[in-house]
């Protein structure tokens, strides 16, 4: 198991373009990290540097207590081999087979040549491909692909696993499938993961903790449950506003005159059912829900309400103020259905 430290990291490119800004942040051994950011904002340059694909401008890369970011040759080559890498369009070689795809890394990572055809049936079995072992990547769908890249990247027994967008040319249900193979590799191999996409639902799913990328710098860093449940940053608050995709829809909106409108919002044990009954009962107010969604985050539930609260002014302030006490968050709603 691996432990990563970025420290002051850098890429500039020729062109002046400052691709990674100063990034520090650590991964603990067998941690699944995450980083998610727009398109542009630095996220496939910073990963590249992780294993010397890019070198950095400035800064230090420390790998289980060593510097890597000078390395060169053979010293280097041993570093690598520490590393696998996954990418979004798989990156086979076409004209060789599954079986030989694998066995070209086992070559470039020196692993004795009368072994080579156990590993490879090892690693085939592994992402459950054993079977097209003498067939070419092109008679393969995407997640089979992804299959044979996550053997691949597996080939030389390394200890961190880096993920480009692995999922992103993916559907939902071969997304799952190659999710479930990552969390069985990091558990069964203690696998140090940093996956990098602009996939909410994938962060949601797979990380333990997540980084916002936005312009070449890290904006924001918590837990997968804290990104969801309180995004600081402004990007970051858009995303995950994205994800939950709570909009009053149009049509009811010219309907939503009189009383208040508000978002409730609710986690961690709780849900939401009997406090509005009860507060509809004590203070005599009609309380209409509009639209909610409730969201998983792992083991943590997430509860979003829209509600239309009607009554005399009076109680309807009453039971504001009392919600206001017992829910996680509030918010005024009347603002954004009148723009
Ligand atoms: N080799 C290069 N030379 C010059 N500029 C580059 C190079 N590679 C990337 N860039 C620039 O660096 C910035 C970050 O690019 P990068 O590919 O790291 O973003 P990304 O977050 O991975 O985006 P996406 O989600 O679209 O993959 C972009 O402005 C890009 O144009
Ligand atoms: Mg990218």
């Given at each position: 198991m691996s432990h990563i430290e970025v420290k002051g990291l850098s890429v500039v490119f020729q062109n002046k373009i400052t691709a990674v800004d100063n990034v520090s942040f650590q991964v603990e051994a067998g941690e699944i990290y995450g980083?998610?950011?727009?398109?542009?904002?630095?996220?496939?340059?910073?990963?590249?540097?992780?294993?010397?694909?890019?070198?950095?401008?400035?800064g230090e890369i420390w790998i289980d207590g060593q510097e890597i970011s000078h390395l060169k040759g053979q010293e280097l080559r041993q570093v690598r081999q520490k590393i696998g890498m996954i990418f979004q369009h798989?990156?086979?070689?076409?004209?060789?087979?599954?079986?030989?795809?694998?066995e070209f890394s086992l070559k470039a990572g020196d692993y004795p040549k009368e072994k080579r055809a156990d590993r490879v049936a090892e690693l085939l079995?592994?992402?459950?491909?054993?079977?097209?072992?003498?067939?070419?990547?092109?008679?393969?769908?995407?997640?089979?692909?992804?299959?044979?890249?996550?053997?691949r990247a597996l080939a030389n027994n390394p200890e961190v696993l880096l993920c480009d967008e692995a999922t992103s040319a993916l559907d939902v249900e071969t997304t799952e499938e190659i999710l479930k193979i990552l969390e069985k590799i990091n558990r069964e191999l203690g696998l140090t993961i940093?996956?990098?996409?602009?996939?909410?639902?994938?962060?949601?799913?797979?990380?333990?903790?997540?980084?916002?990328?936005?312009?070449?710098?890290?904006?924001?860093?918590?837990?997968?449950?804290?990104?969801?449940a309180q995004p600081q940053a402004a990007t970051t608050q858009k995303l995950v506003g994205r994800f939950f995709d709570l909009t009053i829809p149009q049509a009811l909106q010219s309907a939503l005159t009189g009383g208040v409108l508000?978002?409730?919002?609710?986690?961690?044990?709780?849900?939401?059912?009997?406090?509005?009954?009860?507060?509809?009962?004590?203070?005599?107010?009609?309380?209409g829900i509009i639209h909610g969604k409730i969201e998983y985050i792992q083991e943590a539930v997430i509860g979003i309400l829209f509600v239309q609260i009607t009554g005399e002014a009076q109680q309807i302030q009453q039971a504001v103020s009392y919600l206001k006490e017992n829910v996680y968050a509030i918010r005024d709603l009347r603002d954004e259905v009148e723009k």
């Open positions: 980083i998610v950011g727009l398109s542009g904002a630095g996220k496939s340059t910073l990963i590249r540097t992780l294993n010397l694909l890019q070198r950095p401008t400035t798989f990156n086979l070689i076409e004209n060789r087979t599954i079986a030989e795809n694998i079995s592994l992402v459950d491909l054993l079977d097209k072992k003498d067939v070419y990547p092109n008679q393969l769908s995407g997640g089979q692909k992804q299959r044979v890249g996550i053997a940093i996956f990098i996409t602009h996939e909410l639902d994938v962060a949601k799913r797979l990380f333990k903790r997540v980084a916002v990328m936005e312009q070449g710098k890290i904006i924001e860093e918590a837990t997968t449950f804290e990104i969801f508000l978002e409730l919002r609710y986690q961690g044990a709780h849900t939401l059912d009997p406090l509005i009954s009860q507060v509809s009962k004590d203070f005599n107010v009609l309380i």
